[in-house]
């Protein structure tokens, strides 16, 4: 929001009308083609995965219950628009089938997943305030007086559930209660040793069925770059070495397509600001640098107050850490020491006003943060003051910082407190 607004102010000396701003030369044809949420027609080198969901969804649409289905792979392996697309064409069958994707990072608990599930299926649940038993009894009722209602829920990103297990035992006790009619799962998860961390229970319930996303190779990018962009861009708007460049960059990350469309997508911006009519290597070049930070603005932004608290201390201490370093401190490039960044949190939380969690939310809000790559995280050796687990930003930490203090909790206390000076002692020099 805040580079397009950029983006936008950088032009305003020569446009005095809505035709001038709406007129302005762009390179782009349809922008939102590049878009992440945009889902493609065509999804070239995933016939196959397509076609394996589909076999395991189609029972439903013959009245059976499809088994579960466990979907693990890379981030950017076209794991969400393959199933969603497969879906569409599910629901297209018109039958008494029906399923409903959730998005686990934003419902990320038990409660939440089969309050969604109720209120999509059952519209009158749509208020607040009832508890995981009326849902329950409800989908049940909902499930057992259909014709042969069979259910299928999408859990996307479904390591985010922070009760998983709770959750799958729910689903699977619905099912064992239901005669008619069921209830199945397709799990999706980017995190490939995630289902090891599941009950054995809840494993073998969620994983009844599996498969893998595989990387893209560099080829296989820079072909879904080049069916993208000639959708996405004018004709002859890109050179053929920037869609390759984008393709290798994101192949060496990790086989990305996601990534590798949002390096495009960020090079047309930039020739668009600058008023070029070609997007080239250079502007592909500057993309990159602009890309990661990008993508974890989303993320950071996102987060919930604690979690952005807890990350907030590991850069500012990161950044005093760089301080050090410039005045000759050789151990100043070391990993954070778990129990410093929580002291350092402890003053965070007093700083914004904000009710401290105890250490054991703490750990779990450094696991959340090392899921989501924006911090790294290694156990001590033994000998170092016990077990330790020895913490590193994820992203650049005067970045992630500036981020966070966008954030309304930063600025609320920013804006309402005029002594800001003495609180500043406590750690954050300067904002
Ligand atoms: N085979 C493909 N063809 C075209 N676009 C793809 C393909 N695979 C992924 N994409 C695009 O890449 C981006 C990431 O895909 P996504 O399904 O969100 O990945 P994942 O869920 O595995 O992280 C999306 O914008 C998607 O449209
Ligand atoms: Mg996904």
Not at 262 to 270: I, P, Q, V
Request: glycine share 6%.
């Amino acid at each position: 929001m805040q580079k397009l607004f950029q983006i936008q102010h950088a032009k305003l000396e020569n446009m005095t009308t809505f035709e001038d701003i709406l007129s302005a030369p762009s390179v782009f044809e349809n922008r939102n083609v590049l878009s992440p949420h945009f889902v493609p027609k065509e999804l070239p080198f995933r016939d196959n995965e397509i076609k394996r969901v589909m076999v395991a969804v189609a029972p439903a649409l013959a009245g059976e219950r499809p088994r579960n289905l466990f979907i693990y792979g890379k981030t950017g392996t076209g794991k969400t628009c393959t199933v969603r697309r497969v879906m569409k064409e599910f629901e297209e069958q018109k039958t008494s089938a029906q399923n409903v994707y959730i998005n686990c990072r934003m419902y990320n608990s038990r409660y939440r997943v089969v309050q969604r599930i109720a209120k999509q299926f059952i519209p009158e649940l749509d208020k607040s305030g009832f508890g995981l038993s009326h849902f329950y009894e409800k989908l049940i009722e909902y499930i057992k007086t259909g014709e042969q209602r069979r259910l299928l829920i999408i859990m996307d990103e479904v390591d985010m559930v922070k009760d998983l297990d709770e959750l799958i035992y729910t689903i699977t006790r619905m099912n064992d209660e239901l005669d008619v009619g069921s209830i199945s799962i397709i799990g999706i998860t980017n995190r490939l040793n995630f289902k090891d961390v599941l009950d054995p229970r809840s494993k073998s319930s969620l994983c009844e069925t599996e498969m893998v996303f595989t990387p893209y190779t560099p080829t296989q990018l820079r072909a879904i770059l080049e069916q993208r962009g000639k959708e996405g861009f004018k004709e002859g708007a890109v050179h053929e070495s920037a869609v390759n460049l984008a393709a290798a960059i994101a192949a060496q990350e990790t086989g990305d397509a996601r990534y590798a469309l949002k390096l495009l997508l960020k090079a047309g911006e930039f020739a668009d600001e600058r008023k070029i009519s070609m997007v080239t290597d250079k502007e592909v070049e500057e993309a990159r640098r602009n890309v990661d930070i990008d993508l974890a603005t989303e993320t950071i932004a996102t987060l919930p107050a604690h979690q952005q608290l807890v990350l907030l201390s590991v850069c500012s201490l990161s950044l005093k850490g760089a301080s050090y370093a410039k005045l000759g401190n050789s151990d100043a490039e070391r990993n954070l020491m778990s129990g410093e960044v929580y002291e350092e949190y402890s003053k965070m939380c007093r700083k914004y006003k904000k009710p401290k969690r105890s250490a054991r939310w703490y750990r779990e809000y450094l696991n959340d943060l090392e899921m989501l790559g924006l911090i790294t995280t290694i156990e001590s050796g033994r000998g170092m003051r016990g077990h330790t687990r020895l913490i590193k930003p994820g992203y650049d930490a005067e970045q992630m910082r500036k981020i966070i203090m966008e954030q309304s909790f930063a600025k609320d206390v920013q804006f309402a407190s005029p002594k800001q000076s003495t609180l500043s002692l406590d750690g954050e020099e300067g904002q």
